[in-house]
């Protein structure tokens, strides 16, 4: 009797392993396709709401510092139904809210090449359509000094580790993204010439060393370190909830238990998304 309830326990616990897996890599893929546009589509909600009366009152900024996070201007490109607010800063956290700006290239409008980074998928995908932009169209940037057109140069794949990439002739503007999951070493480099005038350039960035973290080759540093902290609070409740449904019953247990597990969940499935290549 003893063996017996021995196996019966060591099958209740490999069942419950097993289902939280699956809960785990299903809940992965769901929140990646469905909650992560979802969360983009607020972030940028936010930002716009907190941006158009900067750029109405010409207060955005148009010289560093800037801060990591802060709006700096709205790209719109017609031709691929695109707009959106970027943001200083290329990591993954700042491309989860969207479109970001590569710390220490120009600023769009002013002289030098600007860089903008986006996702190709995952967080709104919003570079997910740029492949499709030909020569000779146009992409509009609004920053606080006015309305700046680009025309399409050309759109090639290039190597993750080609620093060509980011260069390009002077007063142009770069949009770069990942090529997807089946070319992970490779990104997408659209090259648009400046067309409208030129603005002064306002303080420069100093002492600027770009990771491979704001060149989008890797996701979020961070990441790991909350997501094994919140799988451990996962597991410990897992854990705990067993010994509770003896002592307050099934029912009681599981509504207690639900709002902190898809806290946990949620927690756990955002960190490891972030921890994909941010322009991925």
């Known amino acids: 009797m003893k063996t017996l309830s021995i196996t019966h326990e060591m099958r209740q616990k490999v069942r419950w392993g097993s289902g939280v897996l699956l809960v785990l890599i299903l809940g992965l893929f769901v929140y990646a396709k469905v909650f992560t546009p979802m969360s983009e589509d607020r972030a940028q909600a936010l930002l716009e709401k907190g941006f158009a009366p900067a750029l109405l009152n010409g207060v955005a900024p148009v ?71 030909k020569s000779g169209q146009e992409i509009a940037v609004t920053t606080a000094q006015g309305v700046h057109t680009y025309e399409v140069v050309d759109s090639t794949v290039r190597s993750a580790n080609d620093s060509a990439a980011f260069t390009g002739e002077r007063n142009m503007l770069l949009l770069v993204t990942g090529v997807g999951g089946a070319s992970p070493d490779q990104r997408l480099v659209v090259r648009a010439l400046l067309t409208s005038p030129v603005f002064p350039a306002g303080a420069a960035a100093t002492e600027v060393q770009t990771t491979t973290a704001e060149l989008g080759l890797e996701g979020s540093t961070q990441s790991p370190m909350q997501l094994a902290i919140w799988l451990f609070l996962l597991f410990s409740l897992l854990i705990s909830l067993i010994p509770l449904t003896e002592k307050i019953g099934k029912r009681v247990a599981w509504l207690i238990a639900i709002p902190l597990l898809a806290v946990a969940l949620f927690q756990v499935w955002q960190h490891a998304t972030l921890m994909y290549p941010s322009i991925g």
Request: proline share 7%; aromatic share 4%.
């Open 63 to 133: 010289g560093y510092p800037i801060e990591s996070g802060t709006p700096i201007a709205i790209i719109e490109i017609d031709d691929i139904n695109l707009r959106r607010v970027v943001v200083e800063g290329t990591k993954a956290e700042d491309l989860s809210k969207g479109p970001g700006h590569l710390v220490g290239s120009a600023l769009p409008g002013q002289p030098g090449t600007s860089a903008i980074l986006g996702r190709s998928s995952r967080y709104g995908s919003a570079f997910s359509r740029i492949d499709e932009l």
